[in-house]
């Protein structure tokens, strides 16, 4: 299961019906990929792979003759896919989770759920704004949107635009190159079956409270 961006997700309370099946899923799998480094509020280091028979490990064992001798049982480090890592990462993650447990209804469950509910407002509003066609209703804090143009050339174009005028306005997007049928609406032209499109991720708390200056920004760059 690749949950390295999504699963702490599993946490939110205010996902949609099929979110909320696909989340609940995740205990069936056999292996996990997750990755603290964004919602987990970590630096790099802390990603893993998860699984559920600790035998597994013994498949990704190698030798080195001059670490991990001063034990008969199975070592971390002689699993692992980067060998030994820092221990400063595991300790700011392991005290972070003791500030902010990973628990539904908790301080960092909430967090998530402000980010998912800013994404569904941006949503809302580039939808009856008229300036910009948005992808499907976000299922977490991801939106994928594009600005109304008469052919995918000029919305691509209009995409980079827009991204640079944000960017000195002080709103930063990021660009993306993306299969046309994310936008229904949208007819894919010869020779060409994606479009660029803007991208961006709510993800901190506060977003729930600038998605009106966000927007507002965002249109004034429409023109660009």
């Known amino acids: 299961m690749d949950a ?9 309370s205010n996902l949609a019906e099929n979110g909320e ?6 205990a069936e799998a056999d292996s996990i990929v997750i990755d603290p480094h964004k919602h987990g509020l970590q630096p790099y280091g802390c990603g893993c ?3 559920r028979d600790p035998g597994v490990g013994k498949l990704y064992q190698h ?6 001798f001063s034990s008969a049982e199975l070592h971390l480090g002689e699993i ?27 301080e960092f469950a909430r967090g998530l759920e402000r980010g998912r509910g800013a994404a569904l407002q941006f949503f809302s509003a580039l939808q009856s704004g008229g300036k910009f066609i948005p992808a499907f209703e976000p299922e977490m804090d991801i939106l994928a949107f594009v600005p109304c143009g008469e052919s995918l050339e000029e ?25 046309v049928k994310f936008w229904p609406g949208l007819a894919a032209e010869s020779g060409r079956g994606t479009v660029t499109c803007l991208r961006s991720v709510l993800m901190k708390p506060e977003h729930l409270e ?14 660009a």
């Open 4 to 12: 390295a961006y999504g699963g702490y997700f599993a946490l939110a």
């Open 210 to 223: 600038w998605v009106g200056r966000i927007v507002e920004i965002l249109e004034s760059c429409s023109g």
């Open 155 to 179: 919305i691509s174009a209009k995409s980079l635009r827009i991204f640079e005028a944000t960017a000195q306005a002080g709103l930063h997007l990021a660009v993306a190159e993306l299969p």
């Open 80 to 106: 692992s896919l980067e060998c030994s890592r820092p221990g400063a990462a595991a300790a700011a993650l392991w005290a972070t989770q003791k500030l902010l447990p990973l628990q539904r209804d908790g």
């Open 21 to 26: 099946k696909s989340f609940l899923r995740i």
């Open 63 to 68: 030798d080195s003759p001059y670490t991990y």
């Open 49 to 51: 792979v998860l699984f």
